[in-house]
């Protein structure tokens, strides 16, 4: 069955860490321009990263940047999200998704995963 499936979220304190992983099924995530999004109760969904096919460029939401990196790794089929310096705003439904329009739209997705709950407590 073709789809993406994260992993990696659940509970961290304010200024801890945590790594997200989407890993692909039944496809080559390689050929695609891959995103994270993210959305908050009663918010709309927001781009968070993006990363291209190439893996040579990335683009990242305002909010995010400094302290999140996407990566790839195209021998796992996987994609990463490190989330360094968490804020409990960043507390949201996280799931991954192809870029259809490239990485300049990172605010557009297609197929997605279900996603994973990430909680920053105060």
């Known amino acids: 069955q073709v789809q993406l499936v994260e992993s990696g979220g659940g509970l961290v304190q304010a200024g801890g860490s945590l790594r997200l992983s989407c890993a692909a099924s039944?496809?080559?995530?390689?050929?695609?321009?891959v995103g994270w999004f993210r959305q908050a109760p009663g918010e709309e969904v927001e781009g968070v990263s993006c990363?291209?096919?190439?893996?040579?460029?990335?683009n990242y939401a305002d909010s995010v940047k400094g302290r999140f990196t996407i990566s790839r790794d195209n021998a796992k089929n996987t994609v990463y999200l490190q989330m360094n310096s968490r804020r409990p705003d960043d507390t949201a439904v996280y799931f991954c998704?192809?870029?259809?329009?490239?990485?300049?739209?990172?605010?557009?997705?297609?197929?997605r995963g279900q996603g994973t709950q990430v909680t920053v407590s105060s």
């Open positions: 998704a192809l870029v259809p329009w490239g990485i300049t739209r990172c605010d557009t997705h297609s197929l």
């Open positions: 039944e496809f080559v995530l390689s050929s695609y321009t």
């Open positions: 990363i291209s096919m190439s893996d040579s460029n990335t």
